[in-house]
């Protein structure tokens, strides 16, 4: 119940498209969802987050959507670009708790030229 | 800022020699974590300490591991003795008021027991 899990294991998708990864969960208590993006060599970065009060989030080109009902949400990379190639992970938390983050498994994504 | 400061950025070591991983997180974040992150098990939450107190250890896989944080600018992970499984990327994070501001991570140090 505590695990989040996280689809597709890789991605391919050609530049100026839109890229989508999903996530889902079981425990409801779950309260805080971040998407961390993860270059080679390098350690995770957060790049958007999001609580269960709102469907969805965007940033720049980059867009959560929460469906608080299915327990899912995904983060969707519009106009793809070579720079955003990278592993992504999405994770939870849950309320109450100020550090422990449960991880997904993480996303390979190539944004190819 | 330099961000989070990790030392060695790669370490190749015989089994059953003593590792030990630095790192030093930024300067005003009251929070560190220690990560380790392999292809089979992704992610993982070895310690956790706020304000130079180990919070939660339960993450630390066996007696082998221990984690110390003498001030607020400094903190060790020691692997002894070291095993060829704990082979894996460790990362040190650090944090200034939970979750919603984000980890900010180092760049790791990537472990190689032979």
């Known amino acids: 119940q505590q695990q989040v899990k996280q689809s597709p294991q890789s991605l391919i998708v050609q530049k100026g498209g839109i890229s989508i990864i999903n996530c889902a969960y079981e425990?409801?208590?779950?309260?805080?969802f971040p998407w961390y993006q993860q270059f080679p060599g390098k350690g995770p970065a957060l790049l958007i987050a999001?609580?269960?009060d709102v469907s969805e989030k965007k940033e720049g080109r980059f867009t959560i959507s929460f469906n608080k009902s299915a327990k899912q949400f995904s983060l969707h990379i519009m106009d793809s670009q070579p720079g955003d190639s990278a592993t992504y992970f999405c994770?939870?938390?849950?309320?109450?708790?100020?550090?422990?983050?449960?991880w997904g498994a993480g996303t390979k994504l190539i944004i190819k030229p | 800022d330099a961000g989070v400061i990790q030392s060695p950025r790669h370490e190749v070591t015989e089994m059953g020699q003593e590792v030990t991983l630095r790192c030093k997180p930024i300067?005003?974040?009251?929070?560190l974590f220690w990560y380790r992150q392999t292809m089979m098990r992704g992610l993982e939450l070895l310690i956790y300490?706020?304000?130079?107190?180990?919070?939660?250890d339960s993450g630390m896989p066996e007696d082998r591991f221990s984690a110390k944080m003498p001030n607020a600018s400094f903190s060790t992970l020691k692997i002894q003795p070291s095993e060829p499984r704990d082979s894996a990327v460790y990362f040190c994070a650090s944090n200034e008021q939970g979750l919603d501001y984000g980890y900010t991570f180092g760049s790791g140090t990537r472990l190689t027991v032979v």
């Open positions: 994770a939870a938390s849950t309320a109450g708790s100020n550090y422990q983050l449960i």
């Open positions: 300067s005003g974040h009251n929070s």
């Open positions: 300490f706020n304000n130079n107190v180990p919070i939660d």
């Open positions: 999001i609580r269960p």
């Open positions: 425990n409801t208590a779950f309260d805080y």
